[in-house]
């Protein structure tokens, strides 16, 4: 009791360190925040988004991209390990680029984090409701449907979030648990007992030309931009740190147990429904565009189909819960620096020690972001701006950091997760995979497109950003909130 309560102490002692009162409820244990990062990645979320277009571009040998995506953006994470266990702070990116670049980079950051997050939970929303209406309906969802299905997962996980800290952690933990049946449980039977395919076919290449553009190097970029997007969302557990205990040390052991935990289910997932799904031609010509429930169906029988179904809901729905609360504390971590507009309401937390308005503000943008889902164009442009928007974040994060190195100005303190000498080189790999990973995914690509897709929507990465960048901009240099954090700090 006393060493918790010491390290309580030392939580609070550090926050107002940085110039904050403990405002929210610091009842999150590592294990809590791994789930919240765990959930907010999601295994069972990132092979949906990524198999069927994997293997349209590469053909079975996609495959082999997961565990290199892994470990370059492990790398990434390990730079973020570091900056979250030195700023354990809400708001995670946005305090970070703060201390180490300034106001006005931070805002930018801040600001195209939130665009970002936004889309994804209007993303993860608007998917989860196909599977809320297949559940219940037995047939798949027509598009007012999975946009008014998505809207009722918006709903469910904000009415989850509001009830306080605790209920949220007992309901990502049943998330994690659907992820280890759908995901780890499944992909073992699949792969032990129910393999149709050797294991040679691993190494086969491109195998049709739809997606690929003719050549296999063509495929494997593409592949490559794919497979990046199964490994966003690792950064929620630095956004809870105020209501981790023991942050310092609690916070970077989740982040990066989350990225390899996820990493690792995504690749078994990956390499046993590849090999246990016997139309392969239908997977890689892009004819099934879901050959994991396919594969659960083939195996097991029809009876697995709906617990199935319901076990990929659960796992949708923790995605949802898990996404709301990192970008509620992302709002609210600006706000508290009057840094967003509405900031004085912005950062109230009611009795439950909830940020609620930040909350209501994510709930309700990500809503008006779901009616475009009755348009396919409208929400394939949100989904693609989605997973190019975070790499261009991490890679504002990263290139911060690498300068503070090259300056001398990087210095870890004591009790702090540290990459010691190795710090440079891990750092400056990771630029360089996000450069790359960056242009890769905003690259304009039509077989990522819908066919018939019009050419801003096969832009839509690059077009979405920029008119986003000279918005942010326009406001940084007209409203300049940089000048609000110094008033306010004075009026605190």
């Known amino acids: 009791m006393t060493s918790a309560h010491s390290r309580t102490n030392a939580d609070e002692s550090l926050l107002h360190?940085?110039?904050?009162?403990?405002?929210?409820?610091?009842?999150?244990?590592?294990?809590s925040s791994?789930?919240?990062?765990?959930?907010?990645?999601?295994?069972?979320?990132?092979?949906?988004?990524?198999?069927s277009l994997g293997a349209m571009s590469a053909g079975p040998s996609w495959v082999w991209i997961i565990p290199l995506c892994l470990a370059l953006q492990l790398l990434v994470a390990l730079v973020y390990a570091e900056l979250a266990s030195q700023y354990p702070l809400a708001g995670g990116c946005y305090q970070w680029v703060k201390r180490l670049a300034g106001e006005r980079w931070a805002w930018f950051t801040g600001f195209m984090y939130l665009a970002?997050?936004?889309?994804?939970?209007?993303?993860?929303?608007?998917?989860?409701?196909?599977?809320?209406?297949l559940f219940f309906t037995g047939e798949p969802p027509a598009a007012n449907a999975q946009v008014f299905s998505g809207a009722v997962l918006l709903l469910l996980g904000l009415g989850v979030n509001l009830f306080g800290i605790n209920p949220l952690k007992y309901f990502v933990n049943a998330g994690i648990i659907a992820e280890a049946?759908?995901?780890?449980?499944?992909?073992?039977?699949?792969?032990?007992?129910?393999?149709?395919?050797?294991?040679?076919?691993l190494f086969e290449g491109l195998t049709s030309t739809q997606g690929s553009e003719g050549s296999?190097?063509?495929?494997?970029?593409?592949?490559?931009?794919?497979?990046?997007?199964?490994?966003?969302?690792?950064?929620?557990?630095?956004?809870?740190?105020?209501?981790?205990?023991?942050?310092?040390?609690?916070?970077p052991r989740a982040i990066l147990r989350s990225m390899i935990l996820v990493g690792l289910t995504v690749m078994l997932t990956a390499f046993a429904v590849t090999l246990s799904y016997t139309n392969t031609a239908g997977m890689v010509s892009g004819q099934v565009i879901d050959p994991v429930t396919p594969a659960v169906v083939e195996a097991f029988g029809g009876w697995a189909e709906r617990p199935f179904v319901g076990i990929v809901l659960i796992a949708f729905i923790a995605c949802v819960v898990s996404v709301q609360t990192y970008i509620g504390r992302a709002v609210f971590g600006m706000a508290r620096d009057s840094m967003l507009p509405a900031s004085a309401v912005l950062r109230r937390v009611?009795?439950?020690?909830?940020?609620f308005a930040a909350m209501l503000f994510s709930t309700l943008f990500a809503s008006f972001g779901l009616a475009l889902g009755l348009n396919a164009t409208a929400v394939g442009t949100l989904i693609a701006f989605g997973s190019g928007g975070f790499f261009v974040v991490f890679l504002i994060v990263v290139t911060c950091a690498l300068l503070a190195r090259f300056k001398g100005k990087w210095k870890a303190e004591p009790g702090t997760f540290s990459l010691g000498r190795w710090g440079m080189p891990v750092n400056?790999?990771?630029?360089?995979?996000?450069?790359?990973?960056?242009?890769?995914v905003a690259w304009p690509r039509a077989s990522l497109a819908p066919p018939g897709a019009p050419w801003f929507q096969v832009w839509a990465v690059i077009l979405v950003f920029s008119i986003l960048a000279v918005l942010g901009l326009i406001y940084l240099f007209h409203a300049k909130p940089y000048l609000r954090t110094h008033r306010q700090l004075h009026t605190d």
């Open 428 to 440: 400056l790999i990771a630029f360089l995979w996000l450069v790359f990973e960056s242009i890769n």
């Open 181 to 201: 049946i759908a995901s780890i449980g499944i992909g073992v039977l699949l792969l032990v007992f129910f393999r149709n395919h050797s294991f040679s076919l």
């Open 216 to 251: 296999y190097l063509s495929g494997f970029l593409t592949a490559m931009a794919v497979g990046g997007w199964a490994f966003l969302g690792f950064d929620a557990c630095s956004q809870v740190s105020e209501e981790t205990a023991d942050a310092r040390t609690s916070t």
């Open 17 to 31: 360190s940085q110039g904050y009162a403990q405002e929210l409820h610091r009842g999150l244990s590592l294990w």
């Open 116 to 133: 970002s997050a936004l889309a994804s939970l209007t993303t993860v929303s608007y998917l989860g409701g196909f599977w809320l209406w």
């Open 350 to 355: 009611d009795k439950r020690k909830v940020p």
């Open 34 to 51: 791994f789930s919240v990062g765990f959930a907010t990645i999601s295994p069972v979320v990132g092979i949906y988004s990524v198999m």
